[in-house]
């Protein structure tokens, strides 16, 4: 039972760091690019591979990685915004989006992963 409550302590922090960033994109960046989800995925992916492969405790890795990194990444909104892309004709930012947020979360992960090994 402390694991899981250890997972929600974390996904607190996640979701209120993506939050920070997701309004800071708001006012700051162009509307017509979702930059700030794509920020929070691929740093969230990155994170995510470093974490995996640190070998941490399950306790640990639940607050962190189940957690804070769970509640920071955000895959639905990520296939909201897609979706949207597609609805309103703007193939190019879909397709764009799209390659950048799965081929380089999957690039990142790894990269993450390789950078914790070699620690």
């Known amino acids: 039972m402390i694991t899981v409550l250890t997972a929600g302590f974390g996904a607190i922090w996640g979701a ?3 939050y920070g960033i997701t309004n800071y994109g708001k ?3 162009s509307k017509k690019f979702p930059y700030a989800t794509l920020l929070i995925n691929l740093t969230g992916a990155l994170l995510l591979g470093f974490i995996f492969s640190c070998k941490f405790s399950p306790f640990i890795y639940a607050f ?3 957690g804070v990194l769970g509640g920071y990444t955000t895959f639905s909104t990520l296939n909201v915004e897609l979706l949207s892309h597609w609805r309103d004709r703007n193939y ?3 397709t ?3 390659l950048l947020s ?4 999957l690039i990142l992960v790894f990269l993450g992963y390789k950078v914790g090994t070699l620690i």
Not at 102 to 105: A, K, P, V
């Open 92 to 94: 190019s930012v879909f």
């Open 27 to 29: 006012k700051h960046w």
């Open 16 to 18: 209120i760091l993506r």
């Open 64 to 66: 962190i990685g189940t």
């Open 96 to 98: 764009l989006y799209a």
């Open 102 to 105: 799965y081929g380089g979360g």
